[in-house]
Every structure is written in C-alpha cells, then in structure tokens.
T-cell receptor, first 109, second 114 residues
Framework: AQSVTQLGSHVSVSEGALVLLRCNYSSSVPPYLFWYVQYPNQGLQLLLKYTTGATLVKGINGFEAEFKKSETSFHLTKPSAHMSDAAEYFCGNTGKLIFGQGTTLQVKP | ETGVTQSPTHLIKTRGQQVTLRCSSQSGHNTVSWYQQALGQGPQFIFQYYREEENGRGNFPPRFSGLQFPNYSSELNVNALELDDSALYLC?????????????FGSGTQLSVL
C-alpha cells in the first residue's frame, strides 16, 4: 500500500529562518512524490514534484525538496521564510492520488 | 488562479438530503478528480473521471457518485447526507498522460450538514 506521513501538524518559524517540513512515504513501487500548498481561501497549487532523475527538486517560491530513498523521505525546505509563506502544506504520492494530513506553517515577524 | 471553478462556494443541507456539486475544468483538461477535505485533514480522494468514465475510486460509499460531461465539466452527487459529510469538497482538473499528472484545483465547495 502507498501512503505518506507528514511529521508535525504545525510548524512555526521566524521570518528569515530555515523552513523544514517533513514527509515520509511508504511505497512498494518507485513513487511520484509532490508538495502542494494551500493558501487561505484558495485552491491547492503544486509547489514541486519528484518523478525520476535528480533527487533534489526545485519548486516555486524558493522551495526545494530532496528525495532520499534510503530514508523514504521527501522533506520540503526553504532557506529563508517569508511572511507570505504562511499556509497549509501537503505532501503526497501520485500513485493513488494520496495526500498527507498537512502541515500548517506559521511565520512570525 | 487556475481555470477551475466550483459552485456553489457554500452550501448548507440537513441530514438525509441529497446534494449536487459542480466543477468546470480548465480548458484543455480531460480528467477531473474529486476530493473531500475534512477540517484539519488532508484531501481524501473520492474518484476520478477521464473522458466521461470513472477512472479510479477511493474508499467512499456508493452514495457518492459522479458524472463527467462531454465538455469535461463534472458533478459530484451525494445522497442520504450524513453529519460526517460536512467538509470542503475540492475538484481538480488535469490532462491524463503516462507520467506525473499535475492537478489544478478549484477553491472548493464548503458543505455543512446539520
């Protein structure tokens, strides 16, 4: 069975600090992994995706994620948080269109 | 902003009633997926339609049904509403291919069942 687990339902960082949102996956086949972001009162939009090839994936708004097969992880990072990054973030696996539970990112001034 | 529109934006129903939610997909997209997002949870896959045929279903009972029309717009129907059906219902359109399928989401319909 394929699934994803997001570690931490809420993450709070100061503006300018590193953002790290954690995601682990379970898949019996090579996964397609993704991160979507949901801003308040807006639809989800794709941040980045991993299919094959380079394991460090760069997305929009300065975010990136690294696929680590040995750790079954696909953590999302951004070197310096902006206030506008405050949103809900979802990791997922496209094998069965599976989304994680979500992590709310709070950015403090 | 995506080209995916959902209607209505909010809806209040009572237990036992039936509801129809509508989704207009982005131009050029032939696939529509529906999700249920309960408060504080991630989206749960309900089903997907590709060229008017159901193309995969999540763990939802048969009282959740759908349609896709020749113009690729779609409806989600829920019969015999239960209190637990209260959620944000999201529609996403895409173009089915052999690789990663990027989903374009609408803003959702907030359904409250009283």
């Amino acid at each position: 069975a394929q699934s994803v687990t997001q570690l931490g339902s809420h993450v709070s960082v100061s503006e300018g600090a590193l953002v790290l949102l954690r995601c682990n996956y379970s898949s019996s086949v090579p996964p397609y992994l993704f991160w979507y972001v949901q801003y308040p009162n807006q639809g989800l939009q794709l941040l980045l995706k991993y299919t094959t090839g380079a394991t460090l994936v760069k997305g929009i708004n300065g975010f990136e994620a690294e696929f680590k097969k040995s750790e079954t992880s696909f953590h999302l990072t951004k070197p310096s948080a902006h206030m506008s990054d405050a949103a809900e973030y979802f990791c997922g696996n496209t094998g069965k269109l599976i989304f994680g539970q979500g992590t709310t990112l709070q950015v403090k001034p | 902003e995506t080209g995916v529109t959902q209607s209505p934006t909010h809806l209040i129903k009572t237990r036992g009633q039936q509801v129809t939610l509508r989704c207009s997909s982005q131009s050029g997209h032939n696939t529509v997926s529906w999700y249920q997002q309960a408060l504080g949870q991630g989206p749960q896959f309900i089903f997907q339609y590709y060229r008017e045929e159901e193309n995969g279903r999540g763990n939802f009972p048969p009282r959740f049904s759908g349609l896709q029309f020749p113009n690729y717009s779609s409806e989600l129907n829920v019969n015999a509403l239960e209190l637990d059906d209260s959620a944000l219902y999201l529609c996403a359109s895409s173009t089915r291919g052999t690789g990663f399928e990027k989903l374009f989401f609408g803003s959702g319909t907030q359904l409250s069942v009283l």
